[in-house]
Antibody, heavy 123, light 110 residues
Framework: QVQLQESGPGLVKPSQTLSLTCTVS??????????WSWIRQPAGKGLEWIGR???????NYNPSLKSRVTISVDTSKNQFSLKLSSVTAADTAVYYC???????????????WGQGTLVTVSS | QTVVTQEPSLTVSPGGTVTLTCASSTGAVTSGYYPNWFQQKPGQAPRALIYSTSNKHSWTPARFSGSLLGGKAALTLSGVQPEDEAEYYCLLYYGGALWVFGGGTKLTVL
């Protein structure tokens, strides 16, 4: 069974760059037709899709965050990463990584999620 | 800006049936929006329940079902159990590679 695990600093200063990594186990990140996504959730609020990276390395980002987001993949480590620049208190949230399945002749869907990691933006 | 709207809260009695809906500000929701549904309990990560409108994951209880209803995506729980009390989120896909979550529905079993 595929498992995802987020890791990274739990505290980031305003104006700095938030960096998180998602480690995938139970399967190769580069095999199959999958997108690897980041999603966040401020305390007491709803979910927000941040962006995704395909196994080929192509990326898509939420337009609301596009200017500050970079998602990359390291297939040798079976990991993908999120960088969010110029953070403010509004970026304080639980950050999740998740797998999006992209079947060849069917519609895309999400299945496995990480447990999430809380990132607080504060000086 | 695209907005996906869900009922903020619903209450259902144990053993009852309840339908949650998911509307798009762009118009009627169709299968082309790839509707996904997730369940989230306090302190836990979301868990996928339904995909592609009505398909269940291997772990999805049979009492959960998805459909399109009146121009919206819908999640129906039949024979509700106390453990179904949770927040439920829908997720829609928009052309141009954008996923948008609904605001969530807090389901109370009372």
């Amino acid at each position: 069974q595929v498992q995802l695990q987020e890791s990274g600093p739990g505290l980031v200063k305003p104006s700095q760059t938030l960096s998180l990594t998602c480690t995938v186990s139970g399967g190769s990140i580069s095999s199959g037709s999958y997108y690897w996504s980041w999603i966040r959730q401020p305390a007491g609020k709803g979910l927000e899709w941040i962006g995704r990276i395909y196994t080929s390395g192509s990326t898509n980002y939420n337009p609301s965050l596009k200017s500050r987001v970079t998602i990359s993949v390291d297939t040798s480590k079976n990991q993908f990463s999120l960088k969010l620049s110029s953070v403010t208190a509004a970026d304080t949230a639980v950050y999740y990584c998740a797998r999006e399945v992209a079947p060849a002749m069917a519609t895309n869907y999400f299945d496995y999620w990480g447990q999430g990691t809380l990132v607080t933006v504060s000086s | 800006q695209t907005v996906v709207t869900q009922e903020p809260s619903l209450t259902v009695s144990p053993g009852g049936t309840v339908t949650l809906t998911c509307a798009s500000s762009t118009g009627a929701v169709t299968s082309g929006y790839y509707p996904n549904w997730f369940q989230q309990k306090p302190g836990q990560a979301p868990r996928a329940l339904i995909y592609s409108t009505s398909n269940k994951h291997s772990w999805t209880p049979a009492r959960f079902s998805g459909s399109l209803l009146g121009g919206k995506a819908a999640l129906t729980l039949s024979g509700v159990q106390p453990e179904d009390e949770a927040e439920y989120y829908c997720l829609l896909y928009y052309g141009g590679a954008l996923w948008v979550f609904g605001g969530g529905t807090k389901l109370t079993v009372l």
